[in-house]
Each structure stands twice: as structure tokens, then as C-alpha cells.
């Protein structure tokens, strides 16, 4: 298809994987570790460097048009997230980090079995294949460590306040162990998961595209917000604080201790942006140019307690999963599903990021012998991700299958895509063809 597209062959290929969070949702923006592990699934791009300053990206797929333009004149349009806008990020994050004008042109083709939308961070996956792609051709280097850290701030070009999560463990994952992800400074820890059961991930069929709405960036303003008035609660220079992190480690208390502040400090029922400037003593004009995104302005209400609430509890989960697998008792299981169990509650009920297919698709799983069952990604869509005990694999991909996939109209298209066990994978290559 290479040679139909561009009437040449490509000089080498770059894979970069998916992933699936197995805990810790919505806490990496926050400060906080987080334990993914990279899937098999992949995005792959055949690349030629060309003599032109023309940046030619077609996709195998043929719902996503061909694109063209010239390398030294990167427009990423933020109000649409298309496809070729993520590998725009990519080259763009290169490009700038290196300080480089006058870039080669290049021929790509980009091919992936993601799921788009689902949660798996295909979009993620496709930033990273291109940040390595252009440093590839420019024929550079940089440490897993730097990529990741480029392309997580390059793929805010296109509007999304991620963490780095998902460019951590694209480059930073090993084949056969999940990681512990933890930020500034970034770096990944080995989690050995039990050998006594897989992972499957399970598609709603729901789509959602964290670039397209604003949910996410709510919640990321949220979780400022709330880490602002708590740190002003408890005396500390607020203006500064940007994550809820933050303020545990400025006041050197637990993530328990942090539970009980935030139980004294906020309300539960929704701030409205006149009160949030009564509590900081900042004009609303002050709180929407220097502390909102500009997409978050015209918010009503922050609900501010519920999501710290999630934040302190979650990134308490991720730290007893670890230690769950590092103890391995002989309740490993059960235990580490209870634990997925209470972080999906939490995220439908305090930070209200599921949605009815989601929490159906848990219950179903559940019912046909998952251990723990769970959103995983962003939300409002996407995937499960489910702890299956591996004596209890086929039944119960043959029970969910029935039950959530044959008894609705659910795209059958996607089958293959919509219900799969999953391992640990390995992170992002350049391969040569051999």
C-alpha cells in the first residue's frame, strides 16, 4: 500500500504501543503514580524521508484522509481533533525541543489495530510513533525518558491537559510486567502481576474523544481548583500550586491524613465560580485568565470535594495494589480486585467520568467471574479493563460475549476488538525491515 500511495518503499518502521490502566484513573494529571501496563495492540507507521519540505501522512485505514503539508509550517487546529492533527503533535514536539527550522519532508503510512476512542490511548500511541519517527529521521537521540516527556507536552497542542501517563508507559514498557509510573522526575518501576490471572479488556462501544469535549479538562480544573483552596485552607502559598499532590507534600501528610483535610476544608456541594473567588479573595476575572483554561471558563459549578476525594483515595489504591504484588498473599486475587472494584465506584460516583454502558459492562463482568472489573482511560466511553482468574478465561469471554455483545446492536464490526485477554507488552522500536 506504501508503493500505491507514494510510488516508493519505506526505509523503516515505527510501532508504539496502547496501553491499559490498570489502576489509578485520572491521577497522573494530579501528580501521582499510576500502574498501566503497554498492550499488544499498536499503532505502526512505514516511513521514507524525502528531499522535499513536504510532510506527506496517509492512513491504511480509509476513514481517515490523506494529509499534506509543508515541515516547517506546522498548523495543529485545536478545535478539530482529527487524525493527522496527533502526528502533527509529535514531529511538532521534536521540532521545538531541538530548536529546528528547515526540517526534511517526509512520506508516512500509518497503520493501527487500536480501537479508536476506546480508552486505550490509540491517539497517545500515534503522538509517540511520531516523535520517534522524526527523531528518527533527523537521526538524533534522546532517552525513553526525554521521549515521553516531549511528546506528553506536545500532545497538549491539540487541547488536552494530560498527565503523561500514556507517553510514559508507551516508551518506558517492558514486555511481561506492568509499571509503576511516577512523575517529576519520571520514572518507572517493575510490578510483577499474578501469574494466576489475566486481564481483559472489554469495549463498551462507546466512543469518546477526550480532545472533542470538555469533560476532561473540567476535571482538570477541578482537581487545580481543589488543590488551590486546600492548600489556602491550611496556610500554604496557594498561588503556586497547581496539583493536588502538591499539597500532601508541602504538608508532609498521608494520602489519609489528606482524605480528612479535604472532609474539613471543602463542601460537598458544588462551588460556583463567584464563591471559589470569595475563598481564594481573587476577582472572576483574575480566576478565568490566570488560574482556568480558556476552555473551562464558562464552567457553572466545580465540584470540587468529590474530585479531590478520588484523587487522595485512588492514588492510595495504586500504592496497595503495588504492595499487594510485592507481597503476593495467597488472596493476591480477591484483594487486587476489590481494589479495581472501589476505584470503579469512585470514578463513576465521585468523579463521575463513566457512563450507563460502562457500568453495565462491569456488572457483566463481574457476574461471569471477574475478579474486579473497572473503567479504564479517561471515561465517558472506552474499555473495562477486568482481573480474571485464567482457570475462568473461557467462560467467561464466551458469557460476556453473549451477554453485553450479542444482546444489543453493538457494533459486530469491531468484535475482534471489543473483548480481548491482553499481557504486558513491550514499548516503542524502530525496526528496519528485515
Known amino acids: 500500500m506504501f508503493n500505491s500511495k507514494f510510488g516508493s518503499i519505506p526505509k523503516f ?50 476513514l481517515y484522509p490523506d494529509f499534506s503539508t509543508s515541515s516547517n509550517n506546522i498548523q495543529i487546529d485545536k478545535t478539530k481533533p482529527l487524525w493527522h492533527n496527533y502526528f502533527l503533535c509529535g514531529f511538532k514536539g521534536i521540532q521545538e525541543h531541538f530548536g529546528l527550522s528547515n526540517l526534511t519532508g517526509m512520506n508516512c503510512l500509518v497503520d493501527g489495530n487500536i480501537p479508536p476512542s476506546s480508552g486505550l490511548s490509540s491517539s497517545s500511541a500515534l ?52 509499571k509503576l509510573i511516577e512523575f517529576s522526575p519520571l520514572r518507572a518501576t517493575d510490578v510483577k502481576l499474578p501469574s494466576e490471572a489475566v486481564f481483559v479488556i472489554a469495549n463498551s462501544c462507546v466512543e469518546m474523544n477526550k480532545a472533542a469535549t ?6 482538570v480544573m477541578e482537581c487545580r481548583l481543589a488543590a488551590k483552596l486546600l492548600a489556602k485552607y491550611r496556610g500554604l502559598q496557594w498561588g503556586k500550586v497547581l496539583r493536588l499532590e502538591e499539597v500532601q507534600t508541602k504538608l508532609g501528610v498521608s494520602l489519609e491524613e489528606m482524605l480528612w483535610i479535604t472532609e474539613d476544608a ?19 476575572q483574575e480566576l478565568r485568565t490566570q488560574i482556568l483554561s480558556p476552555n473551562t471558563q464558562d464552567v457553572p459549578i466545580f465540584k470540587l470535594y468529590q474530585r479531590a476525594k478520588h484523587v487522595y483515595s485512588e492514588a492510595a489504591r495504586v500504592l496497595q495494589f503495588k504492595k499487594i504484588c510485592e507481597e503476593a498473599p495467597d488472596d493476591t486475587v480477591q484483594l487486587l480486585g476489590e481494589l ?62 453473549q451477554a453485553y455483545y450479542q444482546r ?10 471489543s ?3 491482553t499481557k504486558p507488552g513491550g514499548g516503542a522500536l524502530v525496526f528496519l525491515e528485515a
Not at 460537598?268 to 472572576?284: A, F, K, Q, T
Open 419 to 421: 473483548l480481548f485477554a
Open 13 to 62: 518502521y515505527v510501532r508504539a504501543p496502547g496501553r491499559v490502566n490498570i489502576i489509578g484513573e485520572h491521577i497522573d494529571y494530579c501528580g501521582y503514580s499510576v500502574l498501566p501496563m503497554a498492550v499488544e495492540q499498536d499503532m505502526l507507521i512505514a516511513v521514507e524521508p524525502v528531499k522535499t519540505q513536504t510532510l506527506q501522512l496517509a492512513n491504511t485505514n480509509p
Open 408 to 417: 444489543s446492536d453493538r457494533n459486530l464490526t469491531f468484535e475482534k476488538q
Open 340 to 401: 479495581m472494584n472501589q476505584s470503579h465506584a469512585s470514578c463513576r460516583d465521585m468523579y463521575e467520568c463513566s457512563c450507563p454502558e460502562l457500568d453495565q459492562l462491569v456488572d457483566i463482568c463481574r457476574k461471569f467471574g471477574a475478579e474486579g472489573s473497572r473503567l479504564t482511560g479517561a471515561g465517558w466511553g472506552g474499555c473495562t479493563v477486568s482481573l480474571v482468574p485464567a482457570d475462568k478465561l473461557t467462560s467467561f469471554l464466551a458469557n460476556v460475549h
Open 214 to 219: 470538555s469533560h476532561f479538562n473540567i476535571r
Open 127 to 178: 503522538v509517540c510513533c511520531a516523535g520517534l519517527v522524526t527523531l528518527t529521521v533527523l537521526g538524533m537521540n534522546l532517552s525513553k525518558v526525554e521521549l515521553a516527556e516531549i511528546c506528553a507536552k506536545s500532545e497538549r497542542y491539540i487541547g488536552t491537559e494530560g498527565g503523561g501517563m500514556d507517553q510514559s508507559i508507551s516508551f518506558l514498557a517492558e514486555e511481561g510486567t506492568a
Open 266 to 284: 471543602l463542601h460537598p456541594e458544588p462551588y460556583s465560580p463567584e464563591e471559589v473567588c470569595r475563598c481564594l479573595g481573587i476577582s472572576l
